[in-house]
């Protein structure tokens, strides 16, 4: 399966954030598996990666903290997408 997100310098905050570009729904409990959790809610989890601390939304919107190599932005979304969305 081809997922794809759309990936943009987010306008209020210095961070960088991945939207899907289809309807879909990640599932949290598949990311909490593969990823360090810091926070989780019922409709998003903040994890630490390689890429820094990421909010994940539920309904696919991922926020990049204070990342700004987007080579290992869209490498990492493309990692939790696959896992969250499978």
């Known amino acids: 399966m081809v997922i794809k997100f759309s990936l943009a310098k987010c306008k209020t905050r210095a961070a960088f954030s991945t939207k899907l570009l289809q309807k879909g729904k990640i599932n949290l ?10 926070l989780e809610t019922p409709i998003l989890l903040v994890v630490d990666s390689e890429a820094g601390e990421i909010i994940i939304h539920s309904h696919g919107e991922l926020l990049f903290k204070n990342c700004k190599d987007v080579v290992l ?10 896992i969250g969305l499978s």
């Open 29 to 38: 409990s598949k990311i909490k598996v593969k990823f360090k959790v810091l």
């Open 73 to 82: 932005i869209e490498k990492t979304a493309k990692t939790i997408y696959d």
